[in-house]
T-cell receptor, first 112, second 114 residues
Framework: DQQVKQNSPSLSVQEGRISILNCDYT??????FLWYKKYPAEGPTFLIS?????DKNEDGRFTVFLNKSAKHLSLHIVPSQPGDSAVYFC???????????FGQGTRLTINP | KAGVTQTPRYLIKTRGQQVTLSCSPI?????VSWYQQTPGQGLQFLFE???????NKGNFPGRFSGRQFSNSRSEMNVSTLELGDSALYLC?????????????FGNGTRLTVT
């Protein structure tokens, strides 16, 4: 039962353009969402998070949008840079939950 | 501040053997959780430890076990290894238990079972 889904295994974007990574979830109890970035041979690093009381959170070039009614969140990267090429995981948890549920990841490639 | 340290980085084992992986959390972090990453499956939760007690366990067989020491360091053990156990095993730490704050991951241990 995949409660968090990233339906695009890969995404290719031109440098300087916007990258949009999508994530859907099925568990309505989820109230905290995070995005992690992972380079090869390294562990995931925390990128940005959002609580369910908000619909948008911004940090520099990264913005996360949350649509609770659609159970959908997205990560926007503007402008995209070559160093953004990595695998991006979305993750979700519920208040008091005992685990973080991850999506399968989306490999983002930024082309010069 | 040192990050999460996992040892060893790489391991090659044979089916039927057992293996122990080690994780040192960020100083001051008391919660340690373990994840398995395989291609196409994302990160699958194994278990979480806090104050030397297992607080939650994922959907993995009993061959997967762990423990946490008084200094918050944690070990994970897999017995009777199977080919399907080949994966990247990631350890993460956080200040408090639960998952409503970001986890800090180590670089993982790549386990290959032949």
């Amino acid at each position: 039962d995949q409660q968090v889904k990233q339906n695009s295994p890969s995404l290719s974007v031109q440098e300087g353009r916007i990258s949009i990574l999508n994530c859907d979830y099925t568990n309505s109890m989820f109230d905290y969402f995070l995005w992690y970035k992972k380079y090869p041979a390294e562990g995931p690093t925390f990128l940005i998070s959002i609580s369910s009381i908000k619909d948008k959170n911004e940090d520099g070039r990264f913005t996360v949008f949350l649509n609770k009614s659609a159970k959908h969140l997205s990560l926007h990267i503007v402008p995209s840079q070559p160093g953004d090429s990595a695998v991006y995981f979305c993750a979700a948890s519920a208040l008091g939950a005992q685990k973080l549920v991850f999506g399968q990841g989306t490999r983002l490639t930024i082309n010069p | 501040k040192a990050g999460v340290t996992q040892t060893p980085r790489y391991l090659i084992k044979t089916r039927g053997q057992q293996v122990t992986l080690s994780c040192s959390p960020i100083s001051g972090h008391r919660s340690v959780s373990w994840y398995q990453q395989t291609p196409g499956q994302g990160l699958q939760f194994l278990f979480e430890y806090f104050s030397e007690t297992q607080r939650n366990k994922g959907n993995f067989p009993g061959r997967f076990s762990g423990r946490q020491f008084s200094n918050s360091r944690s070990e994970m053990n897999v017995s009777t290894l199977e080919l399907g156990d080949s994966a990247l095993y990631l350890c993460a730490s956080s200040l408090e238990r639960g998952f409503n704050s970001p986890l800090h991951f180590g670089n993982g241990t790549r386990l290959t079972v032949t």
